[in-house]
């Protein structure tokens, strides 16, 4: 058992934390408070190789390991959250063309995406149905020499800015998780409609929107899989998503400390920096034992992953458990930054919010306690 990061692991991590810090960080307030998609910066991290980490040789991608991919997602949120929900949008994206796709559909999707920036959208979630997923209601009809799309999806990551869209819908609703099926996309396609961007709480840089498809026409050959496949390749791209979820949480909870440490030995109260104080030392001893747990958990998923391994019920406990620590972590960072943690001059208070959505997207906390039970009681 060895838990040291190979030479090639550190200077991957070197090279995000260094982009974090030089590109993300200045800038992420501004991107927050203007609510801005944060393109140029997106581009930057695609030209570095920071992006489409799930991309194999094969087809133009760097082959980076699960565990190579959640060590980058955490270096990247350390800058910024909201932005690294963008970045990992498109591994969410493309992560079904490579589970799922046949070896044309990977050549076709996959190797414009190492050629050219280009931003990819996973829709999955309804208006209606967001954590029942097997609830899905967007159709897909067989059209002959095409398929016929119609439905409306809701949340969808980089919507007004994506180039593919992996789509998943059901050949037939009785059917249930048996009739789901997932398309490749074309968003210029007629009969696509967006929705306004959302203004959200966090993760404000993220553009986030609905997207109606109004019998769309899609090629029959830009199904993955057969009718009725789309299911696994959405529950084994899960899968493989979460541990990456889970290490943006990681990422704003190693910043959230990090803050913490530094004003709690800057900032004085009864003649002494108030890391002299018992009741701040404990808090802050939490969040590095829980950042520090988190951060096993998440190599362990991923490393499943690189293995072969199923991983559902390690990934679970690992989106959960880092979720649920980063919203603790940085509500108490507020709590030890006092009345400035709450003002917008100084940054906890950003951590604070755009930590809340770790806990609701790719399965919320209560959903993954529902697959960590249904696993162990199995």
């Known amino acids: 058992m060895d838990f040291s990061l190979s030479p090639e692991q550190n200077e991957i991590r070197e090279l995000a934390l260094k982009f974090a810090r030089n590109e993300m960080l200045p800038r992420a307030q501004e991107y927050d408070e203007a609510g801005t998609f944060p393109r140029e910066i997106f581009q930057k991290a695609?030209?570095?190789?920071?992006?489409?980490?799930?991309?194999?040789?094969?087809?133009?991608?760097?082959?980076?390991?699960s565990v190579d991919s959640v060590i980058i997602s955490e270096a990247l949120a350390y800058g910024c959250m909201g932005m690294n929900t963008s970045f990992m949008a498109n591994d969410l994206a493309l992560l079904p063309i490579v589970i799922g796709g046949s070896e044309a559909q990977k050549k076709t999707f996959l190797t414009p995406f190492t050629k050219e920036f280009r931003i990819a959208s996973f829709c999955l979630t309804e208006p209606g149905n967001g954590s029942d997923a097997g609830g899905i209601?967007?159709?897909?009809?067989?059209?002959?020499?095409?398929?016929?799309?119609?439905?409306?999806?809701?949340w969808i990551t980089n919507a007004g800015y994506a180039d593919l869209f992996v789509v998943y819908g059901t050949i037939d609703p009785t059917l249930k998780h048996k009739g789901i099926s997932a398309l490749v996309v074309d968003p210029k396609s007629p009969g696509v409609e967006l929705g306004k961007k959302e203004d959200?709480?966090?993760h404000r840089s993220s553009d986030t929107r609905a997207v109606r498809?109004?019998?769309?026409?899609?090629?029959?050959?830009?199904?993955?899989?057969?009718?009725?496949?789309?299911?696994?390749?959405?529950?084994?791209?899960?899968?493989?998503?979460?541990?990456?979820v889970a290490s943006s949480a990681l990422g704003g909870a190693?910043?959230?400390?990090?803050?913490?440490?530094?004003?709690?030995?800057?900032?004085?109260?009864f003649g002494v920096p108030?890391?002299?104080?018992?009741?701040?030392?404990?808090?802050?001893?939490?969040?590095g034992m829980k950042v520090e747990a988190a951060r096993l958990l998440i190599y362990k998923a991923a490393w499943l992953c690189d293995q072969g391994i199923r991983n559902t019920e390690i990934a679970s406990y690992a989106k959960a458990f880092a979720s649920d620590s980063c919203m603790q972590i940085t509500t108490d960072a507020v709590q030890i930054y006092g009345g400035y943690g709450y003002s917008k001059e100084y940054p906890v208070e950003k951590l604070m919010r755009d930590a809340k959505l770790i806990q609701i997207y790719e399965?919320?906390?209560q959903i993954q306690r529902l697959v960590m039970a249904r696993e162990l009681l199995k």
């Open 46 to 65: 695609w030209e570095l190789g920071l992006i489409n980490t799930c991309i194999p040789s094969a087809f133009g991608g760097s082959d980076f390991s």
């Open 137 to 154: 209601r967007t159709q897909i009809k067989d059209g002959g020499d095409h398929w016929l799309l119609t439905g409306e999806k809701m």
């Open 200 to 202: 959200k709480m966090g």
């Open 213 to 244: 498809f109004n019998s769309v026409r899609v090629p029959k050959e830009n199904m993955l899989g057969n009718p009725g496949d789309g299911w696994g390749i959405a529950m084994s791209t899960l899968d493989h998503s979460r541990p990456l």
């Open 254 to 269: 190693q910043r959230a400390l990090d803050l913490s440490v530094q004003y709690s030995k800057e900032r004085t109260q």
């Open 274 to 287: 108030i890391a002299k104080h018992q009741a701040i030392q404990f808090m802050i001893a939490e969040m």
């Open 363 to 365: 399965g919320t906390s």
